[in-house]
């Protein structure tokens, strides 16, 4: 299976994870925006289900910019007083595109696959039509970057993330 054009990956990547926010958009859409007007960028957000009016909310980050976001989440725990951000240092996120993955049944899991063959834990994922992003630890990087050139072909490209 090819379906893969392109693979590029950023290093210096954190996870953040905000467990136990109230399942309301307004509330999401309002630590979102905060984030972004203290200049913070988000990447890879992913929101679970709804658990007794609940959901995580976890989004990676550059890691560079931690010292800008946790004030963000500090100034908003006295309107929401269970939130908290879980951090995970030292991850890089990996990505996949192609556009033609939008009639390719099974990339992802393919993609999956050849991680967990090579004993690289994955993190968190993140996908649309033509686009899977997977975050690993960067100790796993070279590891995981060598078995996507061998499986596609492809040298991946170094992106900064900001």
Not at 5 to 30: E, F, G, R
Not at 73 to 79: A, F, G, L, R, V
Not at 133 to 157: K, N, Y
Request: glycine share 6%.
């Amino acid at each position: 299976m090819k379906s893969i054009a392109n693979v590029t990956y950023c290093q210096n990547i954190t996870l953040v994870t905000l467990p136990a926010v109230p399942h309301d958009s307004q509330i999401i859409s309002k630590i979102l925006t905060a984030i972004s007007q203290n200049g913070v960028n988000v990447d890879m957000i992913s929101q679970t289900a709804p658990q007794g009016g609940n959901i995580s909310l976890a989004f990676s980050v550059a890691t560079d910019s931690i010292g800008s976001l946790l004030p963000v989440i500090n100034s908003m725990k006295p309107d929401y007083p269970g939130l908290r951000a879980e951090i995970m240092n030292g991850a890089a996120k990996i990505n996949f595109y192609d556009e033609s993955m939008i009639h390719t049944p099974g990339v992802a899991a393919h993609a999956l696959s050849i991680f967990s063959n090579g004993g690289i834990q994955v993190y968190m994922i993140t996908t649309s039509a033509i686009d899977i992003s997977i975050l690993v630890m960067e100790h796993d990087l070279d590891a995981a970057l060598a078995l996507c050139c061998a499986e596609f072909g492809e040298l991946p490209t170094e992106v900064a993330f900001s």
